[in-house]
């Protein structure tokens, strides 16, 4: 892992970030995720693995009820039952494997150092990435 897979952050940005409506901050190994009021979630730190969000940026803008997170990945739980994952693939970052169970009526996330499974309509939809 070279800097050049890491978040560059300055105080400054962080600032302008997160110095209102934060409700709470979320973290893998070396990447952090914070929910504010609004329903949004700003993300730093390790890119790879959960720092940088801009691949589902338009749908962390509003919303977000409650993130969770793996070792190197987050998986935000949205208010219409809807789930979004970022970071590391093979962990949780990536689950288009099951994105159609994943739309709507996910009511619970549970997650180990390497895996998600999402609680729907009192099943489980379980997916390492």
């Known amino acids: 892992?070279?800097?050049?897979a890491?978040?560059?952050?300055?105080?400054?940005?962080l600032?302008?970030?997160?110095?209102?409506?934060?409700?709470?901050?979320?973290?893998?190994a070396t990447a952090f995720a914070a929910l504010k009021e609004d329903g949004s979630v700003v993300t730093w730190g390790h890119s790879r693995y959960?720092?940088?969000?801009?691949?589902v940026s338009e749908s962390l803008t509003e919303g977000?009820?409650?993130i969770f997170s793996t070792a190197t990945a987050f998986a935000a739980l949205?208010?219409?039952g809807s789930v979004v994952t970022w970071g590391?693939?093979?962990?949780?970052?990536?689950?288009?494997?099951?994105a159609e169970s994943l739309t709507e009526g996910v009511t619970q996330i549970f997650s180990t150092e390497s895996a998600f499974a999402a609680l729907k309509d009192r099943w489980l939809c379980g997916y390492l990435g």
Request: glycine share 12%; net charge negative; proline share 2%.
């Open 1 to 4: 892992m070279g800097l050049a």
């Open 6 to 13: 890491f978040t560059v952050v300055t105080a400054a940005w």
């Open 15 to 28: 600032t302008s970030h997160l110095s209102e409506g934060l409700t709470k901050v979320f973290s893998t």
């Open 50 to 55: 959960g720092g940088n969000s801009s691949s």
């Open 64 to 66: 977000v009820t409650q």
């Open 78 to 80: 949205k208010d219409d």
């Open 88 to 98: 590391w693939p093979a962990n949780g970052g990536n689950s288009s494997a099951v």
